[in-house]
């Protein structure tokens, strides 16, 4: 399959090349659009065998749901059987953006979308491309991260280009993602809601909507491994690099020294090392290549830039990674699940 590239501008946004990428959603094709947290792969949530080519095109398990996007919070009846009460004041307070709710679906979602599942997860996000393209579809439009199934999620096309050109009907490139991680999925099915997977919304934000929310016992770094996560998306490998890669956590100096002790180690075994740094300390690695993730007084461009970091030591066929962590914190938690879970839980303390 020859897959379409169109290019379009979001501050001025070319509605003739957008209604060209709808009327490919409404025929049943595979359409990779920017949104505000992550590139999605779109397809017409109504349509089982469009939905069924979103994993076959990721590799993606079949069990693992996909979300919901919709462009008006409207929308959202006809997808849900009932809503719980705390629904509409987050839809309020963080739609459009990267919030996900999950809720129980209504009998026009197919099984195909929710893994088998009787609830169905629904997003409003905030790109003005993703809101036109949805728009114009007149359709709901279910949209994973267009990364092969494991591989770092895609904060710019070219990441989909290097993951998906080939397999799918057309990439439409709108520059980078802002938020650069995905959304938060929130459980407003349980009382009090829980948060399924972290993201863009952090938990402090959500407790001043709701008082009181729950944290997935499977998020937590001992129990990952073992709980059977609720989010089944949450149970696979992911957002892995193809280097292995190692975290250092603790008192940041100590960081810097244990990460350096372990680049000699590892450069005497005549492997090729990358560290996954910020600007704080980007300099404090000699010899051996170091990207930094960002500022950690500004936790959201560590954000924005990490999965695309992961990319690069792959393009420089780097075979270990060595990451410093992050405060957990804030967006900083988002930030921790993704690399924890890019390392396979492989973490140091010091
Ligand atoms: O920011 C985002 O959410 C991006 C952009 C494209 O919108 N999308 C995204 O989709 O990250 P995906 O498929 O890569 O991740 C969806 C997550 C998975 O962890 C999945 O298991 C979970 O949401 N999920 C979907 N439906 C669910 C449901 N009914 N119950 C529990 N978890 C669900
Ligand atoms: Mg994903």
Redesign the pocket.
């Known amino acids: 399959m020859k897959t379409e590239i169109i290019k379009l501008d979001r501050d001025n946004i070319d509605l003739d090349k957008v209604r060209h990428a709808a009327e490919v959603l409404k025929g049943g094709g595979l359409v990779a659009?920017p949104?505000?947290?992550?590139?999605?792969?779109?397809a017409n949530a109504l349509d089982r065998t469009a939905v069924r080519k979103i994993f076959e095109a990721k590799g993606?398990p079949s069990d693992?749901?996909?979300?919901v996007?919709i462009s008006d919070k409207h929308e959202v009846s006809r997808l849900v059987r009932d809503l719980p009460p705390d629904a509409s004041r987050l839809m309020d307070m963080f739609w459009p953006g990267?919030l996900?709710l999950?809720?129980q679906?209504s009998c026009v979602v197919p099984r195909e979308?929710?893994?088998g599942?009787?609830?169905?997860?629904i997003?409003m996000?905030s790109h003005p491309v993703?809101l036109a393209l949805i728009k114009e579809s007149g359709l709901p439009v279910?949209?994973?991260?267009?990364?092969a199934s494991g591989r770092p999620?895609p904060t710019e096309a070219k990441h989909v280009i290097e993951d998906l050109s080939g397999k799918i009907d057309v990439i439409i490139d709108a520059g980078s993602s802002a938020?650069g991680?995905?959304?938060?999925?929130l459980?407003i099915t349980a009382d009090p809601p829980v948060i399924?997977?972290p993201?863009?919304i952090t938990p402090v934000q959500l407790e001043e909507v709701l008082g009181k929310v729950d944290m997935s016992p499977a998020l937590t770094s001992e129990q990952m491994k073992t709980i059977k996560?609720?989010?089944?998306?949450?149970?696979y490998t992911?957002y892995a690099p193809k280097a292995s890669m190692v975290i250092v956590e603790g008192e940041l100096s100590k960081v810097v020294d244990k990460i350096n002790e372990l680049v000699n180690e590892y450069r005497e075994k005549g492997m090729s090392i990358g560290v996954l740094a910020t600007e704080q300390t980007k300099n404090l690695y000699p010899a051996v290549k170091v990207i930094s993730m960002g500022n950690r007084e500004n936790p959201e461009t560590i954000a924005a830039n990490l999965f695309r970091a992961l990319r690069e030591f792959d393009e420089r066929n780097v075979q270990l990674i060595l990451a410093e962590a992050v405060d957990n914190e804030g967006i900083g938690l988002a930030v921790m699940n993704r690399i924890t879970r890019a390392a396979g839980h492989n973490i140091i303390r010091v």
């Open positions: 659009f949104t505000e947290t992550v590139y999605g792969l779109g993606r693992n749901p996909l979300i996007h990267p996900t999950v809720v679906k979308v929710t893994g599942l009787d609830t169905v997860a997003r996000p993703a279910v949209a994973p991260s267009s990364n999620s938020i991680l995905e959304s938060t999925v459980d399924l997977r993201g863009g996560p609720k989010s089944p998306g949450m149970k992911h």
